[in-house]
């Protein structure tokens, strides 16, 4: 049986009291450690007093909302949050996932599927491959453009902060580790989403479009993230790092 210490610790941050309380028990018994906080001063108080594995967060808080919180979070770690919305509207998970969250449930929602969505998450975050480990650099520079690979998030060559989501900083960073190299789709997916890589995937090819986006490329011809046809994307640049 797996010991206390070593279970996950996860943050739920919701100013709905019957739901904390009923997530809190139903994830405490599905092999996590729960903490609670009820908006924004209590998320940074919580995370202050004992480190995380990941943060349950609800988009619609008192004080600062949900977006706001996980703006500020990605900008100062990169400790995975899952996002909770009662809205159904597919720009609130866009922006969602466009301030860096790493998944999105609407509510209401089955607790089961949060768990599972929980374990996915923690699978790819702590168990991605050494390439993807931050701290073997804190900014790596192309083209002009910077990654800061610490708040994850790029800085444009007219030095504007652009943010990621999760999986486009993930997909960023493998492919300026294998710069000037042909990746497949399949690679890209491993590399990114490890086991949980479904064979059928497609988002590869959104999310590469979401970051010629960010990058500021011409959606018809561009030069930086190049597709290569009938075998996949590569990065077209030189690229440097700083420790």
């Not at 949980?196 to 960010?214: E, G, H, M, W, Y």
């Amino acid at each position: 049986m797996r010991g206390m210490d070593n279970q996950p610790r996860i943050l739920v941050v919701d100013d709905d009291r019957e739901i904390r309380i009923l997530l809190a028990e139903y994830l405490d018994g599905n092999g996590f450690r729960t903490v609670t906080a009820a908006d924004g001063p209590g998320m940074w108080q919580a995370l202050a007093a004992a480190p995380v594995e990941l943060v349950v967060l609800d988009l619609t808080l008192p004080g600062e909302d949900g977006l706001t919180l996980c703006r500020t979070l990605r900008a100062r770690s990169s400790l995975p949050v899952i996002m909770l919305t009662a809205r159904g509207e597919p720009l609130d998970r866009i922006l969602g996932l466009e301030m860096g969250a790493d998944d999105y449930l609407t509510k209401p929602f089955e607790p089961r599927e949060l768990v599972a969505r929980i374990r996915n998450v923690l699978r790819r975050t702590q168990a991605l491959p050494p390439n993807l480990e931050p701290q073997d650099a804190k900014c790596m520079f192309f083209s002009g453009w910077q990654l800061d690979l610490i708040a994850r998030h790029l800085i444009s060559p007219q030095g504007t902060a652009v943010m990621l989501s999760g999986a486009e900083f993930r997909l960023l960073k493998v492919l300026l580790d294998h710069p000037n190299r042909v990746l497949s789709r399949d690679q890209l997916l491993n590399f990114t989403k490890g086991r949980d890589a479904d064979p059928f995937d497609r988002s590869i090819d959104l999310q590469v479009s979401r970051l010629r986006q960010k990058l500021m490329e011409d959606a018809k011809a561009p030069t930086l993230i190049k597709t290569v046809r009938n075998e996949g994307y590569v990065l077209a640049s030189s690229v440097s790092s700083e420790s």
